[in-house]
């Protein structure tokens, strides 16, 4: 049997609320120099309820036509994470004849707190399953037992979630420019030096708790008035689900038929401060000689990054402090040289060597573990995760359109030493499979592709049309990777890049016209490798149910309208909509 043998069936209610405000405050010291300040704030209030059916088949005793025993369990998620985000930038850019002064000072700041309540629920029967395959995008766990009885259903645990994460980020950055010419104006250009400055931290804290029940309270006691009567457009029937709060009830009523138990393996591991500090400078030379433009430049950073966090063994619940730095600089040259034709149509060839730093977060040893997903899942931080270097090549010729617009068509090609992907692998603890989630280096990867692009403003066409544009961009683009020595069970082939789709497109309709202004747009993403799952010799091949996680392709219309009020003092409307055609997100 090549299928799948555990499923979730879920639905969501969700009660989200945000609120924020933002400003610009700018003051004109001259025709090209000014003085601004700027600020955001944000706050997201992330509420809502998951219910979860989770039917599974006993692997050992299925037969190949889908047919064996099996087990069932429900799941009630409490979502109440709060999310809170802050930044001020201020800044100037001042000119001055052939110089230009520029300089920024920034402070943001974001923190959650709370996190996912749960409830669980156990049903002791044996239950026979027929795995019905016949569309494989909506398998159906078919079966004589009643799934959806909720006196079935006994109460086994709760667990409330208590986690705080909060970052900030203190970055400076500074730059002098100075114009040049030839006496003869032949020759002109522009010479620029400057130095950035960039201090980030970001620490973590667990407190959960958890809870067995030792009472006879069922899903009947707790049962909640939801009901989807066109769960996942018919094509499933959703049974009765709980109300989360009649379980705090419970608890808070009745807790002596409560025991708590440890949650070390999820606190200590989440417990955690990483810092990381960059400091950077660049020079750079742009020259016009006739046609021709060449910028060459140079860019060298050091970057310090510091680990404060805790080692946990699994297997013996030992708990060590793990404290580590890292230190390292980068030469960072680039060039790029481009031939000018006629005035509307350009050659440019680009070559640097660029790097990219892991989320400095992934470098603490976390351990998050999420019994509600299917499989159960386990996500591990990495410490001594490397940054990806690249050097890339670039080719592109671009053509300008009258009175507004671009036609581009390029080429690329990158070489990647050290990518940074997610590795998936399967684990066992006290029974329940775990799939260990991890991001991890490789030691090469090569991506190469075309590009085409067009936007313009179709100001040729008569009346109220002439405010009609369009912006359209098209990739392909193919890749591949190789795995370190030993990597899931010793995999040697080389497939693509993750998280690189193939074909990726947009194509937007726009109308600007007098205040009013509107888009709709189109855009698709093929399938792409979310995480490297597959191992050597794997049941089914790479292309069976052990193969490598893809996200499905994803093809999304979205709107927007914005509307500028007459005399309003810069006030406008703005209405807009996203995934009007309900694409699923998944994989």
Known sequence: YLGPTGMDIRDYLYDRKRFGFGGTLDYKLGEMSSVYLRGIFARFRDSGEDWIYSPSVDTSTLTANGTGPGSVSFTNVYRRPVQQLFSAQQGARIERGANLFIYNIALSQAGQKGGYNYADFSNSATIPFTINTADPFTPHFNTPYNLYDPTQYALSDIYLENDHTFERDVVGDISFAHRYSTSSGSRFGAIEVGMKVSDANKNQFFFDQGYNYNGTATMADLQGSFTDPNYYLGRYTYGPVTQFSKALNLFAQNPGQFSAYSTTSSDVPNDYNVGERIYAGYVMNTITISHFRLQTGVRIEATRDDVLGNNYDVGTGATSVLSTSNTYVNVLPSVQLSYNFNGST?????????????????????????????????TLGTPGLKPTHAQNFDLVIEKYL??????????????????????????????????????????????????????????????????????????????????????????????????????????????????????????????????????????????????????YPHTQVDAEVNYIIPHGKGFRVVASVLNLNNEVFGF
């Open 402 to 551: 009258q009175p507004v617009g671009i036609l581009q068509l390029g080429g690329f090609y990158k070489e990647l030493a050290d990518p940074i992907f997610f590795a998936a692998s399967s684990q066992t603890i006290s029974g329940t499979a775990y799939q260990v989630l991890q991001q991890v280096n490789g030691p090469s990867a090569k991506i190469g592709g075309i590009e085409a692009s067009w936007q313009q403003q179709l100001r040729f066409l008569p009346g109220a049309l002439n405010g009609m544009g369009v912006r359209a961009n098209y990739s392909y683009t193919t890749s591949t990777v190789s795995f370190p020595a030993g990597f899931n069970g010793g995999r040697t082939d080389h497939p693509l890049l993750n998280r690189n789709a193939p074909n990726n497109w947009n194509f937007d309709a726009t109308y600007d016209k007098y205040n009013f202004s509107a888009r709709m747009g189109l855009t698709h993403n093929d399938a792409n490798i979310w995480a490297y799952n597959y191992s050597s010799g794997a049941t089914g091949g790479m292309k069976g149910p052990n193969g490598d996680l893809y996200l």
């Open 346 to 378: 350009a050659l440019r060839f680009g070559y640097g060597i660029g790097i990219s730093r892991p989320n400095f977060g992934d470098l603490a040893p976390y351990r998050i573990v999420d019994a509600t997903s299917s499989p159960a899942s386990i």
